[in-house]
């Protein structure tokens, strides 16, 4: 039952795991909806300070929130920017702005003011929350970004103050708590939710419009995969304890992590930025059941020499995902730590922004490398991008189409970049290279679209070329992944510099760096080239300028 050749040459496969059919649930509903069962269990802990929510206090907070953003004068179709770190108090907010029927679009926190305003602009943000110690920076965005009079709310750092002309945020719960209770209703399970931006296969940062049914959808396709198999339902006995390290603002921290665990009582325990030595300290204290990764923290785990096998001691599982994995580094992850598969398990999962995210799911922990099988109400196929055919067996490589009510319903103001991704009756084409095995398992294996993952954060090499031809010195600009073995990938640029000047270099890395957040910078290094390869409707060969490279 796993594939379906319909006989026209479509070769689709579907989930082993079970049939799915969606409900019809907002995503704030799906979240608490087992919380009478754990309300006095501790839902959010802030890794810095301490401060915690159980999970009652965490949903009474949201809907506090929820008020008295409709209070401020939020209206149905409004969106809310969040730009913060990973606290406690960015969930919840996160939650409330949902719960009162608004949109949120979740930013970077590490973006500098000029990255902050184009999402800003581009998604009409109607209001921002952000925290205090990037409060400069979003201020600085919001300028001429903002409609007049909108809202600046502020997350506190425990002081209780906020820059002047904004509203601190703690306010909004206290102060929600005696206002009317919403009226639901104003939107339905098919209207937007969350506008997370990806730059997709190619071209710039876009809005990816998720809806309530999207992401709901996705959390229960992914549970009947994930739950029971490998994640227990928390309860008085037993709470699966887990750091959510991961950035909220990116879907794999939010709905592939925060999220669908806090729908199971999950303890998650908020980590703002990595900084080693106190991660390390977080994980002796903590004594985590699970966790949730990409693929340079693996490689942390097994570099650093603090990490040590007690800080393992309660870990049963652990998923891996946004961004290609070596087998070699799970063993000697199992090396280092004495460690094997009955013990702690690697899972692998695979997903896109526009998925919301997850689309296959390797949940058996005994095939590193893999991304498994796709999960109940996904369907994929592998399409040879020069016949558009479906590849006829296993071990052929084409791209990865995917169909399914977690696709999103498109990109926000960009009809013209949807048409190009989701075609045909809703499949979405989404970029990856790769192939399925004699068992069905799949992997990924190319990336055929030009995105650059650094990290497991998108770095759009469009963004960076427009930035580079604004340089005095540079005509024209190409820019490509580079393999780096800490960070996966690290983007190189090509430049045609300006007859007469002769930029260097050291003035063309400069020239980025501080424009744009640190993982964007040209760490792959710049050469000077002659002309920029184009193919003859003026797109850029990718290929030809990474085979430049070798
Ligand atoms: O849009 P995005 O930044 O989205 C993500 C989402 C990742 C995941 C992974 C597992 C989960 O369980 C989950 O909840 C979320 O990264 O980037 C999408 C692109 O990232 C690459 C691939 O090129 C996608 O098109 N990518 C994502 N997962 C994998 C991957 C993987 N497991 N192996 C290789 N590449």
Redesign the pocket.
Known sequence: HEMVDNGNGKKIFTSPYGEYTPSEMFVHEYVWKNVENHGNLTALVCSVTGRKYTYSQARDAANYIGRSLLNIGLRKGDTVALIAPNYPESVLAFLGILEAELIVTTVNPFYTPYEISRQLKSSGAAAIIAVTEIAGNALEAAKGNLPPGASVIVIDDGTGSSPEGTIPFMDLITRGKSLPPIKHGAVSVNDVAVLPY?SGTTGMPKGVMLTHKNLVSNMEM?EMTVDERMWKTSSATFQEVMPLILPFF???GM???TLPRLARGTQIITVPKFVPEQFIQLLANHKMTGM?LVPPLLLFFNASPFVKKEHLENMHHA???????AKDDFRRFYDKFQLNQDNMKFC???????TS??C??EVSGTKPGS?GKTIPGCEVRVVDPTTNKDVARPGETGEIWIKGPHVMKGYYNNEAATQSMIVEDGWLK???IGHYDEEYDFY?TD?L?E?I?VK???VAPAELEALLRSHPGVVEAGVVGVPDARCGEVPKAFIVPKKGSNPTVESIQNFVKGKVSDYKELKGGVSFVDSIPKNASGKILRTKLKELCK
Do not use: W
């Open positions: 990806s992914t990116h879907i794999f709905n592939g992590l949730y998923v891996i995902g946004a961004a290609p994995m692998q999962g695979y997903g896109l922004t526009e995210p997850v296959c799911f991304i989404t970029g990856d990924i990336r679209k995105l993952k497991g954060f998108q």
